[in-house]
T-cell receptor, first 110, second 114 residues
Framework: GEDVEQSLFLSVREGDSSVINCTYTDSSSTYLYWYKQEPGAGLQLLTYIFSNMDMKQDQRLTVLLNKKDKHLSLRIADTQTGDSAIYFCAESIATDKLIFGTGTRLQVFP | EAGVAQSPRYKIIEKRQSVAFWCNPISGHATLYWYQQILGQGPKLLIQFQNNGVVDDSQLPKDRFSAERLKGVDSTLKIQPAKLEDSAVYLC????????????FGPGTRLTVT
């Protein structure tokens, strides 16, 4: 079945690293994505990882994928106040249809 | 490059009334999606168009929701009659053909049904 779960809330100090976690249930997922949603705005694609990869790094973002545990994480290095937003992980299964998680609200304080 | 445009941004209606939302995707994007995002949840796909044909409408409550994409460009989503549980943000997204999950989202329409 299709189900993507995330913790609801994360609070970090500016300059620290943030780690947002996600678990999914469908082992046939082909791509996994991280989207960011700022207040009053639509979702913005941050990064994605193909299911046969373990890690992907893109500037301050590092995505780790553990296929055995069906666990995906997004690490943001040197977190800034502008990173405060809701982060959604999503999976796709051989198509362009996305199944989104519930979202994790990241709050960055000075 | 202009992004995905949606209107209106906000709408308040009473239950049993009807409402329509409009979306203009990114120029050249063949695929258009409508999502419903209830407060505190992730977006849920309502309907997906490829050009002007429907690819997936399995989650669309067809007794009250309808959508069309005439000429394969703009799209409208209609709710008639609205219920209290339809209160949500309605997001439109588009993607280029073959882009898999790389979707570009509009700012959404926040609907409140009273």
């Amino acid at each position: 079945g299709e189900d993507v779960e995330q913790s609801l809330f994360l609070s970090v100090r500016e300059g620290d690293s943030s780690v947002i976690n996600c678990t999914y249930t469908d082992s046939s997922s082909t791509y996994l994505y991280w989207y960011k949603q700022e207040p009053g705005a639509g979702l913005q694609l941050l990064t994605y990882i193909f299911s046969n990869m373990d890690m992907k790094q893109d500037q301050r973002l590092t995505v780790l994928l553990n296929k055995k545990d069906k666990h995906l994480s997004l690490r943001i290095a040197d977190t800034q106040t502008g990173d405060s937003a809701i982060y959604f992980c999503a999976e796709s299964i051989a198509t362009d249809k996305l199944i989104f998680g519930t979202g994790t609200r990241l709050q960055v304080f000075p | 490059e202009a992004g995905v445009a949606q209107s209106p941004r906000y709408k308040i209606i009473e239950k049993r009334q009807s409402v329509a939302f409009w979306c203009n995707p990114i120029s050249g994007h063949a695929t258009l999606y409508w999502y419903q995002q209830i407060l505190g949840q992730g977006p849920k796909l309502l309907i997906q168009f490829q050009n002007n044909g429907v690819v997936d409408d399995s989650q669309l409550p067809k007794d009250r929701f309808s959508a069309e994409r005439l000429k394969g460009v703009d799209s409208t989503l209609k709710i008639q009659p609205a219920k209290l549980e339809d209160s949500a943000v309605y997001l439109c997204a588009s993607s280029a053909q073959g882009a898999l999950g790389e979707q570009y989202f509009g700012p959404g329409t926040r609907l409140t049904v009273t």
